[in-house]
């Protein structure tokens, strides 16, 4: 097993544990936790594999299915330890949209498209899983309204593509992407940055 | 008409019907209430083929378009009844998800996944259209926090395999597991059998 | 450019404001409001190539990322005036379903597909951008609910092949398709006409 297969199933179990976590709290059962936990991590990199027309990811190998069952069972029974391991989680969360989004990026590379529908597609395989769960859960989208999340992601794929430009090759333009994101992601929730909201906008009409 | 088609075609019936009455309930005009019945009915499937990346079925024969806008007649003229005919209807809705659990089965190993790929789409096959019903109606999905729904079609995907297993052939393979999934969702409901929920974790922080 | 191309973009542009007026009221911050700009946008059309097992069309050109960039801008811009533009953004909302639905049943067409399929296709390409929208911000889908929207849609499509089997050409026939949903939209919201609810139907109970 290759270090860069850790560094994705650590992230699918930290993403697994944010739906699991998030649908106990709305009273889900625990086959509902377990189906949200597991969108959460499979959902983004499932929309992007649809959308470039290839087999979704997670159906290539049982791995996925498999680790958001531990993370099913690691809930059960750390309950009490998971809510106060809320850092250690975010920090295994964002070595998790980070290495999902140079994987996005890399695989609509190799899908033929051109470089601005491969940061999208890096962007969506990182930040859509945590939407696909709050619309399972009812909320409306937190990646909509809190923090740096997706724009993490997105800014990853922009910076891959400068490493690029600037003669780098493709593996350190990964390196450095995913550590871009890690740290757009981490150094944004630490200093509070926030994206500004379009409130003052009367926006009651439906058009 | 074989035989499988007519109970097919019972199953998209009473699936239509519960999506009509839900949105009937939320103040769904009866276009927005056939199309809730429609996705009800189709939506697993639907799920099911783009992952599999075959046409979804219902653009290959009229038939589901056809028998959602029988529903919505039925809820039109019987509106009275229909509440009274629940047992019926969950009867139906048994047989329906028994059945489309095994087609979904059949089709994903037609398509050349593995095993437990298969369990899975006959799982998205019976149970994704519920939840689409109820993303579409602005609920929570009831299938992630009520009774046993999605499991039966799940436990019946791994009867098909232990049938298999067993040394039977595919047809009583499907025979056998379409009723465990009709008796486990009929003896749950019968006996108020549901899975446990999660609820005791603090879940409130986002990751 | 072609004239064709100036509608598209028009259609889009107002989508996407439409979609970024209602983040806005929701408290998004920027990106999600652009988020939810782009996929009232392009929802529709997205889930019509899925279907039809194409490329999804804004993966092909840039074009319309670069119009909901510029709608987002414009929203930023010009706050004050949005609200008041609320008729300009109606008749260009409108004119984006005409040539949306037009669009949806010739890609449909070309794919391959029968008569009924093709209407369908066209119905989701100018309606379910507003459905996807309304499900991301949390709230039952408006075109459900209020007013003629994707009947208007519905009817464009089937006024298509009423004019195929009159012996117009199909040039002709999708210049009067696309004019009826217009005039469909336009008048159903002129003399407040909408379809019926079935709210009578007590349908608490899930099926």
Same mark, same amino acid.
């Given at each position: 097993?290759?270090?860069?297969?850790?560094?994705?199933?650590?992230? !699918?179990?930290?993403?697994?544990?944010?739906?699991?976590? $998030?649908?106990?709290?709305k009273n889900f059962d625990w086959f509902g936790a377990y189906v949200v936990g597991f969108v959460t991590a499979v959902g983004g990199g499932t929309l992007r594999d649809v959308m470039l027309d290839v087999t979704p990811f997670w159906m290539e190998h049982?791995?996925?299915?498999?680790?958001?069952?531990?993370?099913?069972l690691f809930v059960l029974v750390f309950r009490k330890y998971v809510v106060r391991l809320d850092n250690t989680f975010f920090i295994f969360d964002a070595v998790?949209?980070?290495?999902?989004?140079?994987?996005?990026?890399e695989k609509?590379?190799?899908?033929?498209?051109?470089?601005?529908v491969n940061v999208i597609m890096g962007t969506i !395989?990182?930040?859509a899983g945590g939407m696909f769960r709050d619309?399972?859960?009812?909320?409306?989208?937190?990646?909509?309204? &809190?923090?740096?999340?997706?724009?993490?992601?997105l800014a990853g794929g922009i910076v891959y593509y400068v490493c690029i430009w600037s003669g780098l090759g493709p593996v350190a333009a990964q390196i450095i992407a995913a550590i871009s994101v890690f740290l757009v992601r981490v150094l944004s929730v630490h200093f509070r940055i926030?994206?500004?909201? $379009? &409130?003052?906008?009367?926006a009651s009409s439906d058009s």
């Open positions: 097993m290759e270090f860069i297969n850790i560094i994705d199933y650590i992230g !699918t179990f930290a993403f697994a544990i944010s739906g699991i976590r $998030l649908a106990a709290a049982a791995s996925y299915i498999i680790i958001t069952g531990l993370a099913l998790g949209i980070a290495l999902f989004t140079v994987v996005g990026v609509s590379i190799a899908a033929g498209f051109p470089m601005w !395989t990182g930040a619309i399972f859960i009812n909320e409306v989208p937190l990646i909509f309204r &809190k923090e740096i999340y997706a724009m993490a992601c926030s994206l500004p909201s $379009l &409130k003052s906008i009367d």
